[in-house]
């Protein structure tokens, strides 16, 4: 994969960071102390997290900040938090994704609010990653809830061969704290980075090379048009607020809208 893309500055990219991450009594107190460093929030769906007060609260809260809002889709993992994987043929799949998109578009248009892009969480985002036929299924289902809905997923191969297949929009995402390997692709089982000097070197020799750092310890090119932070690293506030110094953060949308000429 790395040897057909091409190495390039990155003049625009997105900041993004998960919302509504909690269900009942379970809480996640810090996750908002990101949402004035991104451009984009995905907030989760009810399924492997999000109840519907955390999910309006997330809606609210992002509709103050003016960010995009995306759905956080996963499997029906509640006590799992969706990291465990779950075998699912391609109709249950495609009608579990249909319906957590579903609701929380009828929920953001209550608040005059439209989402625009969809996000896999925990193990359906590394399985859409790793097996093209669940991420072909993922798009399918996200093009039947809105033929303008951009799908969020890890940076590689698959995503942008169902792009091209499917005739999605895709947004590749890179996460500054993994590891990813000579293809491009993460390493999961690798220990995330929590040193912020390090990551902010990262970010700079993306925006200005296209590259990451992989476990040869070379570089790989990747696709990238959005960062993902995640609040559960011990640095992730001091590590967004320094990544906003170094570049201010735009949606997705509006690097297509650049490409077109429509802004500058």
């Known amino acids: 994969?790395?040897?057909?893309?091409?190495?390039?500055?990155?003049?625009?990219?997105?900041?993004?960071?998960d919302l509504a991450q909690s269900f009942g009594i379970y809480k996640n107190s810090s996750e908002y102390d990101l949402l004035d460093y991104v451009s984009s929030v995905n907030i989760s769906c009810g399924?492997?997290?999000?109840?519907?007060?955390?999910?309006?609260?997330?809606?609210?809260?992002?509709k103050e900040k003016n960010?995009?809002?995306?759905?956080?889709?996963g499997y029906d993992d509640i006590q799992g938090f969706g990291y465990r994987q779950m075998d699912m043929d391609s109709d249950e799949l495609e009608a579990l994704v249909m319906y957590q998109v579903g609701a929380l578009m009828t929920f953001a248009k209550a608040y005059n609010m439209e989402i625009e892009h969809v996000r896999p969480h925990g193990a359906m985002y590394r399985k859409a990653m790793e097996d093209f036929e669940t991420s072909r299924t993922i798009a399918r289902?996200?093009?039947?809830?809105?033929?303008?809905?951009?799908?969020?997923?890890?940076?590689?191969?698959n995503l942008a061969k169902v792009a091209e297949e499917e005739n999605i929009q895709?947004?590749?995402?890179?996460?500054?704290?993994?590891?990813?390997d000579e293809f491009g692709n993460i390493v999961f089982n690798a220990k995330d980075l929590e040193?912020?000097?390090?990551?902010?070197?990262?970010?700079?020799?993306?925006?200005?090379?296209?590259r990451v750092s992989n476990n040869l310890g070379e570089k790989t090119i990747v696709e990238a048009d959005s960062i993902h932070f995640s609040?559960?690293?011990?640095?992730a506030k001091e590590l967004i607020i320094q990544a906003n110094e170094i570049t201010t953060p735009l949606p997705y949308n509006y690097k297509n809208a650049a490409k077109s000429g429509w802004v500058e």
């Not at 895709?170 to 990813?180: D, G, I, N, P, T």
């Open 1 to 17: 994969m790395q040897n057909t893309i091409e190495r390039k500055t990155i003049k625009n990219i997105d900041f993004n960071c």
């Open 47 to 62: 399924f492997h997290a999000g109840d519907p007060m955390s999910i309006k609260e997330a809606l609210l809260r992002a």
């Open 67 to 73: 960010v995009v809002v995306g759905a956080h889709i």
């Open 141 to 157: 289902a996200i093009k039947k809830c809105s033929k303008w809905l951009v799908y969020y997923g890890a940076t590689g191969e």
């Open 170 to 180: 895709v947004a590749h995402e890179v996460h500054l704290e993994k590891m990813y």
């Open 195 to 210: 040193n912020t000097d390090l990551s902010i070197q990262r970010l700079k020799d993306l925006l200005h090379n296209s």
């Open 231 to 235: 609040n559960k690293i011990s640095n």
